[in-house]
T-cell receptor, first 111, second 114 residues
Framework: DAGITQSPRHKVTETGTPVTLRCHQT?????MYWYRQDPGHGLRLIHY???????DKGEVSDGYSVSRSKTEDFLLTLESATSSQTSVYFC??????????FGQGTRLTVV | AQSVTQPDIHITVSEGASLELRCNYS??????LFWYVQSPGQGLQLLLK??????LVQGIKGFEAEFKRSQSSFNLRKPSVHWSDAAEYFC????????????FGRGTSLIVHP
């Protein structure tokens, strides 16, 4: 299995607070992605990265920002958490011309 | 823009019966195609992928899928389902080329009756 670790695995936070989720990969993968999974919606892309300091927005990027200062780490930040951001967040990574490998997910609850 | 449709939200089969999960994609050229499986509380695991070549693709756990360009489909099949196959299944598409972005369908939940 590819070494992709997400932290924390579970988090409960209050509305209006900032939250940062971390994705760490040990595969030297160039491409990394953040998705959210909600019932009835499958996985929706939040942000992605195609290299260090190179990131772009996905289809549901409002309220989220990302940073990638090292190949192995991709951080997702909720600037001011809202209840609509309660979800399961998945990180994925891959090399050029291969499939994506997924982390175990982070369950975030905003109360 | 690329997109994926999985028309069945839930599929129920009896153990030992055959299975086919449907996936239709929208993309103007030859896509990269994937099937992933997700067990409860887990991440996604790749079952199989199509990049090029033989349109019938074999995967893990006895699954196979066939790319049909004329129908824009990539249906997943298994001849005999086991109770352990109960899970969520996701079809995904990516534009041909190394810098593709995986786009996922909404998923199909497979229920297996004993």
């Amino acid at each position: 299995d590819a070494g992709i670790t997400q932290s924390p695995r579970h988090k409960v936070t209050e509305t209006g607070t900032p939250v940062t989720l971390r994705c760490h990969q040990t595969e030297n993968h160039r491409y990394m992605y953040w998705y959210r999974q909600d019932p009835g919606h499958g996985l929706r892309l939040i942000h992605y990265s195609y290299g260090v300091k190179d990131t772009d927005k996905g289809e549901v990027s409002d309220g989220y920002s990302v940073s990638r200062s090292k190949t192995e780490d991709f951080l997702l930040t909720l600037e001011s958490a809202t209840s609509s951001q309660t979800s399961v967040y998945f990180c994925a990574s891959r090399s050029f011309d291969t499939e994506a490998f997924f982390g175990q997910g982070t369950r975030l609850t905003v109360v | 823009a690329q997109s994926v449709t999985q028309p069945d939200i839930h599929i129920t089969v009896s153990e030992g019966a055959s299975l086919e999960l449907r996936c239709n994609y929208s993309y103007g050229a030859t896509p990269y195609l994937f099937w992933y499986v997700q067990s409860p509380g887990q991440g996604l695991q790749l079952l199989l992928k199509y990049f090029s070549g033989d349109t019938l693709v074999q995967g893990i756990k006895g699954f196979e899928a066939e790319f049909k360009r004329s129908q824009s489909s990539f249906n997943l099949r298994k001849p005999s389902v086991h109770w352990s196959d109960a899970a969520e299944y996701f079809c995904a598409v990516g534009a041909e080329g190394g810098s593709y972005i995986p786009t996922f369908g909404r998923g199909t939940s497979l229920i297996v009756h004993p």
